[in-house]
């Protein structure tokens, strides 16, 4: 071999090391300064509109994606008399579920809405994640529906409890020993700023400055 191949080889075996030197070092500091997961998704407070006496609906006349005021008229029910069906909170109809002149009962649900303005997203956690995870801490959040945008937030509740805990039978294997799974907890994180892009039930992938 001569001395400038020689130089060469030597050249990409070096700048090979540096490459897996430098990977592992970052992959160190990821692990280390950040906890990650794609488990996790856009979220709303979502609140139901309900029929409060049986009768016939009338005036129901908002579509899925008008927005209502808390307490504010949005039909009617019409039986042995005249009642007003109210929200009972700000938001946008998310889902339609009756119409007009269609029959109801007590408790009958019209709709749907939620407050786009107040969404969050909630990422299911591993347990041996939590102990480096606070109230606070920063959050880089990526949405399917907006994959080009990285949006900032914020933790704001760590959950009490594994989202398993009212399962109160563990995994078995055959052998009817007690197969040990990680499990996981639900983290609340704020979304600032989130584009009309982003919508309750996305699929979202956080980044967790721990």
């Known amino acids: 071999m001569n001395r400038g191949r020689l ?3 030597n050249i990409i075996g070096l700048i090979v090391i540096l490459a897996i030197i430098a990977g592992g070092a970052y992959y160190y500091y990821e692990s280390t300064n950040f906890v990650k997961t794609d488990e996790a998704k856009v979220t709303g407070d979502m609140y139901q509109i309900t029929a409060p006496a049986a009768g016939q609906i009338k005036g129901w006349d908002i579509n899925e994606g008008d927005e209502v005021q808390k307490d504010s008229t949005v039909a009617k029910v019409e039986g042995e008399t005249k009642t007003n069906i109210k929200s009972v909170a700000d938001g946008t109809l998310v889902k339609k579920e009756v119409q007009n002149n269609q029959q109801v009962q007590p408790g009958t649900v019209l709709g749907e809405t939620i407050d786009l303005s107040k969404l969050y997203i909630t990422a299911n956690i591993k347990e041996t994640d939590i102990k480096n995870i606070e109230k606070g801490d920063k959050v880089d959040i990526v949405v399917d529906g907006d994959p080009s945008t990285t949006f900032e937030g914020t933790v704001e509740q760590i959950g009490y409890a594994t989202n398993s805990t009212f399962n109160m039978l563990p995994a078995t294997n055959s052998s009817g020993n007690y197969t040990k799974v990680t499990q996981k907890v639900a983290v609340k994180i704020s979304i600032k700023n989130p584009s009309d892009k982003v ?10 400055s721990s």
């Open 199 to 208: 919508l309750p039930g996305m699929n979202a992938s956080v980044k967790i």
């Open 7 to 9: 130089l060469l080889t």
